[in-house]
């Protein structure tokens, strides 16, 4: 199944897009959302569009799933480079350890219900 069609994925796509269009369009921060919103959402959908590249390059292996390492992997990546090394060198980032906490919850969402090969089959039928 495409990760494009899984409502899992679809939901936090449709939230980060109607966040990030609201804050830049219409100027709308709301404070709480505008800290945390797309730092929960980041990792399912940019592991789901991943996910869905990797399907597209191996289109034999359409059940392809991460494994638990290249999602730790890719969870870690975000945490380094958003809260560890873009602080350092631009004020326009800060470095949060809440926002880490919200990675690990976007992933665990991921995990779960993206990424998951019973679920996979399960929405194929």
């Known amino acids: 199944m495409s990760v494009f069609k899984n409502p899992f994925f679809i939901l936090p796509g449709i939230l980060f897009w109607c966040n990030q269009y609201l804050e830049r369009i219409n100027g709308l921060f709301i404070p709480f959302i505008h800290s945390y919103w797309d730092d929960l959402l980041a990792i399912p959908v940019i592991l789901g569009i991943t996910l869905q590249v990797f399907r597209w390059i191996q289109p034999g292996k359409a059940g392809f799933i991460f494994t638990k390492m290249?999602?730790?992997?890719?969870?870690?990546?975000?945490?380094?480079?958003?809260?560890?090394?873009?602080?350092?060198?631009?004020?326009?980032?800060?470095?949060?350890?809440?926002?880490?906490?919200?990675?690990?919850?976007?992933?665990?969402?991921?995990?779960?219900?993206?990424?998951n090969e019973q679920k996979v089959a399960n929405f194929e039928k």
């Open 70 to 115: 290249q999602i730790l992997v890719g969870v870690a990546y975000f945490g380094f480079i958003f809260e560890g090394l873009l602080p350092l060198f631009s004020a326009t980032y800060t470095s949060d350890p809440w926002d880490l906490l919200c990675y690990f919850l976007g992933t665990f969402w991921f995990y779960f219900f993206i990424n």
